[in-house]
């Protein structure tokens, strides 16, 4: 008699949506999904700090090649900012290294405020981020004691609107609702809006309310996942987040192939490209007069 166990039949490709929560890492769900769907092939598309909650897509098996793509797509927030108190990582996770009274601000030095830090901006983002600098995450720098020096970084702040003030004696708190480009620190606008207003600023909340396409209502908690792994198939998480074209039986034979297929003018971003029966075949960018191959998905 054999004693092999029996194989396990891995779960189908695809994207889970999770409703992250407070204080664990992306890494934690990460790593609480692998048992729950069954397979180590789990990672996640844009990290969210243990403080934040809210959307964080997550890719099962092949549906992991996606997730590159998917962490350059514009995000959406709710945060609530803290005028007249810095803290040494942005945000309320460190601790308050000057205070100053923010009595003094009013809406409409706030909303001013906001203003100049919508649009195309150049930001520094927090000495506690995982960017790296010379070869290290610059969170271990800073914590280790050292002033980390980073360089400025393009990003577009689509929308940043004030949904209310709230005044607590010397302090006061903005509620807002930003929209943004990938690579953008929430913490940063938190800080910056803060130093332009002469009082400082950090971050005391902040929930991830979309990524891309995926919003909250297709969000799940961990708990409801435990009881059911809900995993969006590859075609409609793709068709969701990508502009789509569809090919014949012969071009997607090309395609799987290694094969390239001329440009149709569908943008410079990843394209979705599905056969005539609707299955995903390909991820492609098109490059001038043509269209290659990001992610092939079929055999």
Same mark, same amino acid.
């Given at each position: 008699?054999?004693?092999?166990?029996?194989?396990?039949?891995?779960?189908?490709?695809?994207?889970?949506?999770?409703?992250?929560?407070?204080?664990?890492?992306?890494?934690?769900?990460?790593?609480?999904?692998?048992?729950?769907?069954?397979?180590?092939?789990?990672?996640?598309?844009?990290?969210?700090?243990?403080?934040?909650?809210?959307?964080?897509?997550?890719?099962?098996?092949?549906?992991?090649?996606?997730?590159?793509?998917?962490?350059?797509?514009?995000?959406?927030?709710?945060?609530?900012?803290?005028?007249?108190?810095?803290?040494?990582?942005?945000?309320?996770?460190?601790?308050?290294?000057?205070?100053?009274?923010?009595?003094?601000?009013?809406?409409?030095?706030?909303?001013?405020?906001?203003?100049?830090?919508?649009?195309?901006?150049?930001?520094?983002?927090?000495?506690?981020?995982?960017?790296?600098?010379?070869?290290?995450?610059?969170?271990?720098?800073?914590?280790?004691?050292?002033?980390?020096?980073?360089?400025?970084?393009?990003?577009?702040?689509?929308?940043?609107?004030?949904?209310?003030?709230?005044?607590?004696?010397?302090?006061? !708190? &903005?509620? /807002?609702?930003?929209?943004? *480009?990938?690579?953008?620190?929430? =913490?940063?606008? +938190?800080?910056? %809006? #803060?130093? $332009?207003?002469?009082?400082?600023?950090?971050?005391?909340?902040?929930?991830?309310?979309?990524?891309?396409?995926?919003?909250?209502?297709?969000?799940?908690?961990?708990?409801?996942?435990?009881?059911?792994?809900?995993?969006?198939?590859?075609?409609?998480?793709?068709?969701?987040?990508?502009?789509?074209? !569809? &090919?014949? /039986?012969?071009?997607?034979? *090309?395609?799987?192939?290694?094969? =390239?297929?001329? +440009?149709?003018? %569908? #943008?410079? $971003?990843?394209?979705?490209?599905?056969?005539?029966?609707?299955?995903?075949?390909?991820?492609?960018?098109?490059?001038?007069?043509?269209?290659?191959?990001?992610?092939?998905?079929?055999?």
């Amino acid at each position: 008699m054999s004693t092999a166990r029996a194989k396990r039949t891995p779960p189908p490709s695809g994207l889970i949506i999770v409703d992250k929560p407070a204080e664990w890492t992306s890494h934690d769900v990460v790593a609480k999904l692998r048992g729950i769907a069954g397979t180590r092939k789990v990672g996640h598309a844009g990290t969210l700090d243990p403080m934040a909650t809210g959307v964080l897509v997550v890719g099962v098996e092949k549906a992991t090649r996606l997730l590159g793509h998917l962490a350059l797509t514009e995000k959406g927030y709710d945060a609530t900012i803290r005028l007249g108190q810095t803290t040494n990582t942005d945000d309320a996770e460190g601790e308050i290294i000057a205070t100053a009274s923010a009595a003094h601000v009013a809406e409409e030095d706030v909303r001013k405020g906001v203003a100049t830090l919508t649009g195309p901006i150049t930001q520094i983002p927090p000495q506690v981020s995982a960017i790296k600098v010379n070869g290290e995450r610059a969170y271990k720098r800073a914590r280790a004691g050292e002033e980390v020096e980073l360089k400025p970084r393009p990003v577009t702040v689509s929308g940043f609107e004030i949904t209310a003030v709230r005044r607590h004696g010397d302090l006061v !708190d &903005v509620d /807002a609702s930003v929209s943004c *480009s990938s690579g953008t620190y929430i =913490r940063a606008l +938190a800080r910056d %809006l #803060g130093a $332009g207003l002469g009082v400082g600023g950090h971050l005391t909340a902040l929930r991830r309310t979309r990524v891309g396409p995926y919003d909250l209502s297709a969000a799940h908690t961990l708990e409801r996942l435990a009881a059911e792994c809900v995993i969006l198939p590859m075609a409609d998480a793709v068709a969701a987040a990508f502009p789509r074209r !569809d &090919v014949t /039986a012969e071009e997607a034979s *090309s395609v799987a192939h290694g094969g =390239r297929l001329p +440009a149709l003018g %569908l #943008g410079g $971003g990843p394209i979705g490209l599905f056969g005539p029966d609707g299955a995903l075949v390909a991820l492609v960018e098109e490059r001038g007069q043509i269209a290659r191959s990001l992610a092939v998905f079929v055999p």
